[in-house]
């Protein structure tokens, strides 16, 4: 597996983490935002950017994050990437058998293009989404990560 999808709970917005594979003590990967009118059709990229590394120490603190937010023993997480990368806030938003979670992603943009890159010297250029995840969904995105910052569990190299 070398793809982890977090849905939002009406399956109309979809955060993909693709071509991941773990590079020396890095993990590295593509980010997707992806977006479709109605359930019938497929998601479609609206933001699309690659070659993000994170230590696999970094990418391993978010999947326990994420972990703890599941079970309930945390209610709020925010991850700042230590390199580039993905950064991702989560509160939880009411209980029951399979409560809600607010999820806020955003991605530095000056990754996307060498333009990007030289408009960025004058400030910080980012894409966000924002979505509503139910804790099954989140778990499964949770699992679906630790596979993929696990080489020995995973079969990466």
């Known amino acids: 597996m070398t793809t982890a999808v977090l849905r939002d709970e009406r ?15 890095d993990v590295v990967y593509d980010v997707h935002f992806c977006a479709r009118e109605e359930p019938d059709q497929p998601p479609e990229p609206f933001v699309s950017t690659g070659g993000f590394r994170e230590p696999v120490e970094g990418f391993g603190s978010l999947v326990e994050n ?19 990368g993905l950064s991702m806030e989560l509160k939880a938003r009411d209980g029951g058998p399979d409560p809600s979670f607010e999820v806020v992603i955003w991605l530095d943009l000056t990754r996307m293009s060498r333009a990007l890159k030289a408009r960025g010297t004058r400030g910080r250029h980012q894409a966000g989404l924002r979505m ?4 099954s969904g989140l778990e499964a995105f949770r699992a679906a990560l630790f596979l993929l910052a696990s080489p020995e569990e995973s079969g990466l190299r």
């Open 132 to 135: 509503i995840v139910r804790r």
């Open 11 to 25: 399956d109309l917005l979809w955060l993909v983490l693709d071509h991941v594979e773990v590079a020396g003590g």
């Open 66 to 84: 994420i972990g703890h937010a599941v079970s309930g023993a945390a209610s709020a997480l925010r991850h700042d990437p230590i390199a580039d």
